[in-house]
């Protein structure tokens, strides 16, 4: 079984528990996930399936996101699950001058992910040294966000803010709801996270656990084709010959005004694998299929 699982991750699991629950339930070995969702989030996860756990690398990097920023409160991991530091009761605050904030977060920003993260320092994760107790300098990220919209709003001593937002990789949506409050002078922490989009996998589309286990009993499921979520690479054919030249680890010749990673096919239907595209070579870079001796 090859290609891709678009699964819709519960609340309380990390991602390690979700590749742990479709090998069991797949009974499978080869698996592996895109892009960490922490355990107190839901949403989409894509799962790789044999082989495709090689192409997870030429994933695209967009992501969508669902919020919801809880302001008056800044804790330590900046979601509710730490500790709380501050805690300032904002009643009427003003809706328009948060969206006017919220606009400096548009475009390419620098961000400081949050101590409780999987990011490695000295090869140590962010997240082990915080619960040792240990301070360290958390490195500035250069990170993209597309567009964020304000999706509902609820006023109080400590309101709650609903948004939308759309960005590439490595974004850090609890650094979001943190700086948020920072900017407003009254701190901010994520209280809610639901993943709507990753890469091209999409949240009405997902599998939930209970839909999964079911497919698998009536022997429906069929994993999502290892090519279609590479769509964003541009196409390139090979006659039967040179795919089993190309398949075997040779470079075949291929004038394209490419330079690039690109998916390869051979006569247009038959997924090889990814190449690179350099010199007017098409170089392996991931065989995908394998060509019989």
């Not at 698996?31 to 989409?44: C, R, S």
């Not at 994993?223 to 040179?242: R, W, Y």
């Not at 690109?262 to 239907?269: A, D, G, H, L, W």
Request: aromatic residues 6%; negative net charge.
């Amino acid at each position: 079984m090859q290609g891709f699982l678009n699964l819709n991750k519960p609340l309380d699991w990390t991602s390690h528990d979700c590749v742990a629950k479709v090998r069991k339930l797949l009974n499978m070995k080869r698996v592996g996930h895109a892009g960490t969702l922490d355990p107190k989030a839901t949403g989409v996860l894509p799962i790789a399936l044999g082989k495709a756990t090689r192409l997870l690398q030429y994933l695209p990097g967009e992501k969508a996101y669902q919020a919801t920023v809880r302001l008056g409160i800044q804790t330590t991991t900046d979601d509710l699950e730490g500790e709380i530091i501050t805690s300032t009761p904002c009643p009427g605050l003003d809706l328009e001058h948060i969206k006017t904030s919220l606009s400096q977060f548009i475009g390419k920003i620098e961000q400081i992910p949050p101590s409780y993260s999987a990011i490695q320092v000295d090869g140590k994760r962010l997240y082990d040294l915080a619960r040792k107790g240990e301070k360290v300098e958390v490195p500035v990220r250069t990170v993209e966000v597309s567009q964020i919209q304000v999706l509902d709003w609820r006023d109080g001593d400590f309101p709650e803010l609903d948004i939308a937002i759309s960005c590439g990789t490595g974004t850090y949506i609890r650094a979001i709801a943190r700086d948020l409050g920072t900017i407003l002078n009254i701190g901010g922490t994520l209280s809610a996270l639901i993943r709507t989009q990753s890469s091209s996998f999409q949240l009405p589309t997902s599998l939930t656990f209970t839909d999964l286990a079911t497919q698998i009993e009536n022997s429906t499921f069929q994993p999502i084709s290892a090519d279609t979520p590479l769509e964003h690479l541009k196409a390139v054919n090979l006659a039967p010959e040179s795919a089993k030249k190309w398949c075997q680890g040779q470079k075949i010749p291929l004038n394209l005004a490419i330079d690039n990673f690109v998916r390869v096919y051979e006569t247009e239907t038959h997924f090889l694998g990814i190449g690179k595209i350099e010199h007017d070579l098409l170089i392996p870079q991931m065989v995908f299929f394998e060509y019989p001796n």
